[in-house]
């Protein structure tokens, strides 16, 4: 089991950029894909950006192409969210989670959640 913790998030002008960052606590933190999500009042949790468990591989959504860039050190237990050119839309309260297994772009497929830090961008 993994413990998930988000900081980073906060109120920034839209070009902006801000790093996210995602503790884990217990074992197997190097095991584990590592996602990032994101959700408004009212929408359902929409998936920003995934990394396997080497760092090999990522997955973004298209909404954050070449704008945010996902990373992980598995000597640290961290997983970063880099956001880029920050936009209104991005806004959100931004969640941290894990899963064994592959990739997925599915809230459902994952396993432990963090409980979200405020990303909020002024337009």
């Known amino acids: 089991q993994v413990q998930l913790v988000e900081s980073g998030g906060g109120l920034v002008q839209t070009g902006g950029s801000l790093r996210l960052s995602c503790a884990a606590s217990g074992r197997g933190f190097s095991s584990y894909v590592m996602g990032w999500f994101r959700q408004t009042p009212g929408k359902e949790r929409e998936f920003v950006a995934a990394i396997s468990w080497s760092g090999s591989s990522t997955l973004y959504a298209d909404s954050v192409k070449e704008r945010f860039t996902i990373s992980r050190d598995n000597t640290k237990s961290t997983v970063s969210l880099q956001m880029n050119s920050l936009k209104p839309e991005d806004s959100a309260v931004y969640y941290c989670?894990?899963?064994?297994?592959?990739?997925?772009?599915?809230?459902?497929?994952?396993?432990?959640w963090g409980q979200g830090t405020q990303v909020t961008v002024s337009s």
């Open positions: 989670a894990a899963r064994v297994s592959r990739i997925s772009t599915t809230p459902g497929g994952y396993n432990y």
